[in-house]
């Protein structure tokens, strides 16, 4: 996936929106201190909590605090979002410091690697390459002159399972409950692409309220105490915009992560980096899967 391709050409629009606001009164919640991953004259990555919204959404008018404005205010000066993460979702999330240096990234050619951390229900044992494509997925309001009909498009996701676990979690007629940890990488850049990829499985990322199994999700986060959506933008890598230098930008371990430690033992992230290096992801069988139509 290129940088040109995760760009969304609503960010701007978005970012000068944030920008016309007037500063948030005291009485509203207090924004959270952005843990910074990496930062030059540049550009600077934050690890985003889950929960947060990036900018100011049509979907919740409601919401006071977001990403874009606390980490402007925190830096002391304007960040200009690069890609985009889902609320729930937390991890590595980029910006640009300046304008000239959003519509360079933005023009750039090299491709960036993403890689997600992710909790699915059931066991799943093979590591392979989804080939399934997508049809967009449109909002109600924020879409509603787009165009229906377009077909479906390509999406591609590598699928490496870590570990399996079973919890005494009853589930329709069985006494426990299967899940997965899984590493995953997209190669294409759908909307919501691998929460749809693994709900295609039967292996849903749980937390997801929308794809996933909300039965499960409630019985799993009463057991585990773990309410959000078990997803973690955990490593990102690319060529810097300027210096050319090759980043990789890691969020560590999400907090979901400690659960798996404790009920599946310890799993060592430098592991997760060297099979990142081994480049396997990239080569492994690819199961092609037909759109259904509409």
Excluded at 132 to 141: N, V
Excluded at 239 to 263: R, S
Aim: net charge negative; proline share 6%; hydrophobic share 45%.
């Amino acid at each position: 996936m290129t940088i040109s391709e995760q760009r969304d050409p609503e960010l701007s629009m978005l970012q000068a929106n944030d920008d016309a606001q007037h500063e948030l009164p005291s009485s509203e919640p207090t924004a959270p201190v952005l843990q910074i991953l990496y930062q030059d004259q540049w550009i600077v990555a934050i690890n985003k909590p889950a929960g947060m919204l990036v900018h100011r959404s049509f979907l919740d008018k409601h919401e006071t605090v977001f990403v874009l404005q606390t980490l402007r205010n925190q830096l002391g000066q304007h960040v200009f979002p690069l890609h985009r993460l889902d609320r729930p979702t937390s991890g590595v999330l980029l910006f640009a410091l300046s304008a000239a240096i959003a519509s360079q990234v933005s023009q750039q050619q090299s491709p960036w690697q993403k890689y997600y951390l992710a909790t699915v229900r059931g066991h799943l044992l093979k590591p392979f390459q989804l080939d399934y494509p997508l049809y967009e997925e449109l909002d109600a309001i924020a879409d509603k002159f787009a165009d229906v009909d377009k077909a479906a498009q390509s999406a591609l996701t590598a699928i490496y399972p870590l570990a399996a676990m079973e919890l005494p979690i009853a589930e329709r007629r069985f006494a426990t409950s299967r899940y997965s940890l899984l590493l995953l990488q997209p190669f294409t850049g759908r909307k919501h692409q691998l929460r749809r990829h693994l709900a295609h499985l039967f292996h849903p990322i749980l937390g997801d309220t929308t794809h996933g199994d909300n039965k499960n999700n409630r019985r799993f986060s009463e057991f585990a105490e773990l309410s959000r959506l078990q997803l973690h933008a955990w490593l990102l890598c690319l060529q810097h915009p300027v210096t050319g230098e090759q980043l990789h930008i890691c969020a560590g371990l999400p907090d979901f992560a400690e659960f798996w430690q404790k009920w599946a033992g310890a799993f060592d992230e430098n592991n997760l980096k060297a099979l990142v290096a081994s480049q396997i992801l990239t080569q492994l069988p690819v199961r092609v899967d037909a759109v259904v139509e509409k």
